[in-house]
């Protein structure tokens, strides 16, 4: 097996050059996102872009429009994404906090969440996440606090 760093695996299946023989110590993709159909569009050292089809049948509420907590957690995946690029063997992370505002509805379109870090530390980290419809309107910006754990607080996770 080659073990590869997770931003250098995550390029390798967005690229599609991914082979059985590569792996990394994060599990990707990840079982929230295939069930949900979020894919993967973009990843840098610390930022990341997913994308869903998002459709009032499947993710609707009972208003008629997709769900608020569907796009949080498409903001969250793509800020767990983008934080875990920066994380090595043997570390973990959590979401210690996470806000979001919501701009306007959506109904059906191809959603994108792009998330880049406002701070990054040692141990905090905050990212900003902004999700945006297809027509490339603001639907909604998430700010969250993570925390990387090491040592013996990332064991087990």
Not at 42 to 66: F, L, M, P, R
Not at 85 to 98: D, K, N, Q, R, W
Not at 116 to 124: A, W
């Amino acid at each position: 097996m080659e073990k590869l760093s997770v931003l250098d695996y995550l390029n390798h299946l967005i690229n599609g050059t991914l082979t059985p023989d590569m792996c990394t110590h994060m599990q990707y993709p990840t079982p929230i996102s295939l069930t949900l159909g979020i894919g993967l569009v973009e990843a840098g050292t610390g930022t990341a872009t997913v994308k869903i089809d998002a459709s009032k049948e499947i993710h609707g509420n009972q208003q008629g429009t997709v769900h608020g907590g569907l796009i949080c957690e498409l903001a969250d995946a793509a800020i767990g994404t983008a934080h875990s690029t920066t994380i090595a063997e043997g570390e973990s992370f959590t979401s210690i906090e996470l806000k979001i505002n919501f701009y306007r509805p959506v109904f059906n379109s191809v959603l994108l969440a792009t998330a880049k870090p406002l701070q990054s530390g040692n141990t905090i980290s905050h990212y900003i996440c902004e999700v945006t419809r297809e027509d490339g309107k603001v639907v909604a910006i998430v700010t969250s606090t993570v925390m990387t754990l090491k040592g013996d607080k990332a064991l087990g996770r």
